[in-house]
């Protein structure tokens, strides 16, 4: 029985702190040497999202006076899957202050998949799945992991960064402090 019990917090321990690995390799020599200030990410429903680089963080032009949550995700990403009722569930809790922008890491995705994907998952928030995702993801400082999230503020300034599956209760505390 206590065996039982060390390999069950063992497996959840590595679970809950597991991020997936991302294949960025080939987008590395793409965007490498590119300082991209202004990025146009279509979202799956066929929506331009305009974000513009600042020197402390980035401006979501949609969304001024919000706060924005940016999650990298993959759809084959076990960690990415299990954070979405987390997601879903601040996004309702903060409807008005909030906004959460996930960016598909995954390159030539059919966009019907993905709002499959989103269909089977409930997201309530957005989705982008466009040609920009890539180069956005060097913008933020890259992405190496996957789930990785980005906080910024209704100002755009960066709040916090967050590297694998991450507790609601540790994002909320840093989104009380980003819509301030």
């Known amino acids: ?5 060390i390999a069950f917090l063992t497996f959840f ?14 987008n590395d020599k793409k965007v490498q040497n590119v300082e991209v200030k202004d990025f146009k990410l279509t979202t799956t429903d066929a929506q331009t999202l305009n974000i513009k680089k600042l020197d402390d963080g980035f401006a979501f032009q949609e969304y001024k006076g919000k706060a924005v949550l940016v999650n990298f995700f993959a759809t084959w990403c076990l960690p990415c ?3 979405i009722p987390n997601l879903i569930h601040l996004k309702d809790k903060y409807k008005n202050d909030l ?8 390159e030539n995705k059919p966009n019907n998949q993905v ?4 269909n089977e998952y409930n997201i309530n928030y957005v989705v982008t799945n466009s040609r920009q995702n890539a180069t956005f993801a060097e913008a933020v400082g890259g ?3 996957i789930p990785t999230m980005f906080l910024y503020d209704k100002k755009g300034k960066l709040i916090q960064t967050y590297v694998g599956i991450v507790p609601e209760e540790m994002i909320d505390v840093d989104i009380q402090k980003a819509i301030k």
């Open 1 to 5: 029985m206590q065996f039982k019990k």
């Open 13 to 26: 321990i590595t679970i809950f702190f597991a991020a997936c690995g991302s294949d960025n390799s080939k």
């Open 81 to 83: 899957k299990a954070e």
């Open 99 to 106: 906004e959460i922008v996930s960016v598909l890491m995954e």
């Open 115 to 118: 709002k499959d994907f989103v």
């Open 143 to 145: 992405v190496k992991a």
